[in-house]
């Protein structure tokens, strides 16, 4: 079964400074994608960052990066420069490449809220 | 463009209210979702939607009826609903689900719920 595991409930970070949130997963598939939403307490959840499992770059997307380790199964998120804009909950996601089946469906982790401090 | 939209932004409803939540997308996607979250919590999948044909229905009780009118809309008809069904309901869609390439989803703003 496959598995997203977040194990920060909550981070507070300085204001300008770098933020890492963690991220491991867990599946036997060999072709899958990691994805990295944003939700701020409007509730839009707004997409941030793909990395697909044979990309062999870590994906950047402007202050955001992904720093990718597939065999340790970890697939972090990077902010650089950290904004007060940034404070919200962040969800890493997984998905396997081929969605055919019923099992076969993005799953998230619980989330990490994070709390940009000026 | 990547905008999903969804209406209401809110919603009250007794328990003997038929409503109905909307959502469109102009991108051309031919996969949309509806997920249901609760607070604190992440966004479960409820049903997805393929080339217009329901492919998922993750169990969900039949007091939630979705319907697919054609490929830029997903609606959600709501009938005697619970309280416990209170939420925020957002609604994603996809480019081409099942064609061998992991498929972003993106999503509206979602609508908040209140059943009384």
């Known amino acids: 079964a496959q598995k997203i595991t977040q194990t920060q409930p909550g981070m507070f970070v300085q204001e300008k400074e770098a933020v890492t949130l963690d991220c491991t997963y867990d599946?036997?598939?060999?072709?899958?994608?990691l994805f990295w939403y944003k939700q701020p307490s409007s509730g839009e959840m707004i997409f941030l960052i793909y990395?697909?499992?044979?990309?062999?770059q870590n994906a950047t997307e402007g202050r955001y990066s992904l720093n990718f380790q597939k065999a340790r199964k970890s697939a972090n998120l990077v902010i650089s420069a950290s904004q007060l804009g940034d404070s919200a909950m962040y969800f890493c996601?997984?998905?396997?490449?081929?969605?055919?089946?019923?099992?076969?469906?993005?799953?998230f982790g619980k989330g990490t809220r994070l709390h940009i401090l000026p | 463009d990547t905008e999903v939209t969804q209406t209401p932004k809110h919603l009250v409803m007794g328990m003997t209210n038929k409503k109905s939540l909307k959502c469109e997308q102009h991108?051309?996607?031919?996969?949309m979702y509806w997920y249901k979250q609760k607070a604190k919590k992440p966004p479960e999948l409820m049903f997805v939607y393929s080339y217009e044909k329901l492919s998922i229905n993750e169990s969900v009780p039949s007091r939630f009826s979705p319907e697919c009118p054609n490929s830029s809309l997903l609606n959600l008809h709501l009938h005697a609903l619970q309280p416990e069904d209170s939420a925020l309901y957002l609604c994603?869609?996809?480019?081409?689900?099942?064609?061998?390439?992991?498929?972003?989803?993106?999503f509206g703003p979602g609508t908040r719920l209140t059943v009384l």
């Open positions: 599946t036997s598939d060999q072709s899958y994608g």
């Open positions: 996601a997984m998905s396997p490449r081929f969605i055919m089946n019923r099992d076969d469906k993005i799953i």
């Open positions: 991108m051309g996607h031919r996969a």
């Open positions: 994603a869609s996809s480019q081409e689900p099942g064609t061998g390439t992991t498929d972003t989803q993106y």
């Open positions: 990395q697909g499992s044979y990309d062999e």
